[in-house]
């Protein structure tokens, strides 16, 4: 159990073009869901915490308008990357908190998306 | 802002060798989870560490939280190739807080 999946796996758009990643929980409910970006070698960059009903809470120095979160049921949150530019270019991870149970304080990850912009 | 420091970047080790990685807080965390990521993967929850003190195992992996739950450390004995990937400390300094990650200790195991 705890599934956690993400679409796309890779991408590669144009520099302006707009990318959406899709996150699910496929076999349990998540109140909450974070957005995590990593780059090559390096430690999960926590970007954004999506709530289920409610507006996402960007960490400092993301641009809520560059990333635009939408967590629209409790087994799905969506980031979108808007005008992707190569500096975009990254590894995206989602995660999953279950809404209850005992993985309560568990988070459970996705596969990855990893956008790569021309 | 809260950090977890996590050492040391890179390890090194042949078959057989002992493996352990560290990571500090300079806050008290509620509780701190460890995960590992295969190269090209995504990081698997390993354990969570709750209590002031607590030591657990699995297997080969020995996992402790410090009493002052500001530090904790993932030991591995006796490693095998299979053990390659990084491994991320993740701590929280509130209970249903956001988890900050150490930086990760890339394991490489030389048969």
């Known amino acids: 159990g705890a599934v956690v999946s993400q679409h796309p796996s890779r991408v590669i758009c144009k520099s302006g073009t707009s990318v959406k990643i899709e996150c699910r929980s496929l076999?349990?409910?998540?109140?909450?869901m974070f957005w995590y970006r990593q780059f090559p070698k390096k430690s999960l960059m926590l970007m954004a915490t999506?709530?289920?009903?409610?507006?996402?809470?960007?960490e400092q120095g993301v641009e809520k308008d560059k990333f635009l979160i939408n967590h629209a049921s409790l087994t799905l949150s969506t980031l979108t990357v808007t005008s992707a530019h190569p500096e975009d270019s990254s590894f995206y991870i989602c995660?999953?908190?279950?809404?209850?149970?005992?993985?309560?304080?568990?988070?459970?990850f996705g596969p990855g998306t990893r956008l790569t912009v021309l | 802002g809260q950090q977890v420091m996590q050492i040391p970047q890179y390890q090194h080790v042949q078959e057989g060798e002992d493996f352990t990685t560290y990571c500090n807080s300079s806050?008290?965390?509620?509780?701190i989870q460890w995960y590992k990521q295969r190269p090209g993967g995504h990081p698997v929850f390993l354990i969570q560490?709750?209590?002031?003190?607590e030591v657990k195992k699995q297997k080969r992996l020995t996992f402790q939280f410090g009493e002052a739950k500001k530090n904790s450390s993932l030991h591995i004995t006796a490693t095998q190739t299979t053990d390659v990937g990084t491994y991320f400390c993740?701590?929280?300094?509130?209970?249903?807080?956001?988890?900050?990650f150490g930086q990760g200790t890339e394991l490489s195991v030389k048969p």
């Open positions: 560490l709750v209590k002031s003190g």
């Open positions: 806050t008290t965390l509620s509780n």
């Open positions: 995660s999953a908190r279950p809404r209850q149970g005992a993985s309560y304080n568990e988070q459970f």
């Open positions: 993740a701590g929280k300094h509130n209970q249903g807080g956001k988890l900050i």
């Open positions: 999506s709530n289920e009903g409610s507006k996402a809470t960007y």
């Open positions: 076999d349990f409910q998540a109140t909450t």
